[in-house]
């Protein structure tokens, strides 16, 4: 069961683990995958596997474009402070 609320929210939800398919969850984008304990370790393996061989300029080149905005202002805030 999921559980989440903010201090400035009073919203609280509750998502049973049974209350959507393995397809639901992962396309919702509450969870990558449902895997057995007894499976967990060879399913993590064979993830960091395949994520080692993705090419690793393009990968961060992506996550740093993500990223772009907010580093830009935590740049801004610093050059900012360092002028004070």
């Known amino acids: 069961m999921l559980c989440g609320a903010g201090p400035w929210l009073e919203i609280r939800w509750q998502i049973p683990a049974v209350s959507m398919s393995q397809v639901a969850n992962t396309l919702a984008g509450f ?30 080149a992506n996550k740093l474009s993500v990223r772009a905005g907010t580093l830009q202002a935590m740049k801004a805030s610093l050059e900012t402070l360092a002028t004070r």
């Open 31 to 60: 969870i990558d995958a449902v895997v057995d304990p007894g499976e967990l370790e060879v399913h993590c393996m064979t993830v960091a596997e395949n994520l080692a061989q993705l090419p690793q300029a393009q990968f961060a």
